[in-house]
């Protein structure tokens, strides 16, 4: 006859069994994402975003091909429910007419510049585990692979879109980061419609892939 002590047992073992929480090795983990505001680079992405509570590197091979606007719409997005977006040692200073033309509102946008990379590094991690932050932007090449572990752990806790802008350079280092994408010119592109062919070269869940998007910010 068994005991109350295996009856409470078996009980909860079988609530554990049927509960939503459980994880199953026959089934794909679900993984949080905010849309990219592009469907071609949306559908080759895992859970159909950019991931939140991720790090997410990005590598332009040339200084001001779009780099940020590959992220505008998403940021548009979290700058409309009222979320900060925080900008930390950008290589330029951030414009405010470019940005409103990009319809954020400047009220809830933050531009952070230290005196130097680690300093950088510190601010946006802080701000990034506090969750004070929808998305936080470093500009950093550091190759610290335990700074890069501290900023994805910060972007978990604080369940924030993580972007990392890197130099080239750094795209053949090994990175914690969930997904990193290398930007090139698209040989597609055309003067009224600027676009930018990125090269996912790692994608937790994903796959590697090449996807040309356009860059008209007419359409946010």
């Not at 033309?101 to 990034?128: C, F, G, M, Y």
Request: no cysteine; proline share 7%.
């Amino acid at each position: 006859m068994p005991s109350s002590h295996t009856a409470v047992t078996d009980d909860a073992l079988q609530n554990l069994l049927h509960s939503s929480q459980l994880w199953r090795g026959t089934e794909s983990s679900r993984i949080k994402t905010q849309a990219s505001g592009y469907a071609a680079l949306d559908a080759v992405l895992p859970g159909g975003g950019w991931p939140v509570g991720a790090l997410t590197e990005l590598f332009p091979v040339i200084d001001g091909i779009g780099e940020l606007r590959v992220s505008l719409p998403a940021l548009k997005t979290l700058n409309d429910a009222g979320r900060r977006i925080v900008f930390v040692h950008p290589p330029y200073t951030p414009y405010p007419p470019a940005l409103l033309r990009a319809h954020l509102s400047l009220k809830n946008i933050l531009w952070v510049n230290p005196e130097n990379d680690e300093d950088a590094r510190w601010a946006a991690e802080q701000t990034l585990r506090t969750g004070a932050a929808g998305a936080v932007l470093l500009w950093s090449d550091t190759r610290d692979d335990r700074s890069l572990r501290r900023l994805q752990l910060a972007a978990e806790t604080g369940q924030a879109l993580a972007f990392l802008y890197r130099t080239p350079s750094m795209r053949n280092q090994s990175s914690p980061a969930a997904l990193r994408i290398a930007l090139h010119p698209s040989g597609a592109a055309r003067p009224e419609e600027p676009g930018l062919r990125l090269e996912i070269i790692k994608a937790r869940g994903g796959h590697t892939a090449m996807v040309d998007i356009a860059l008209n910010l007419a359409r946010m």
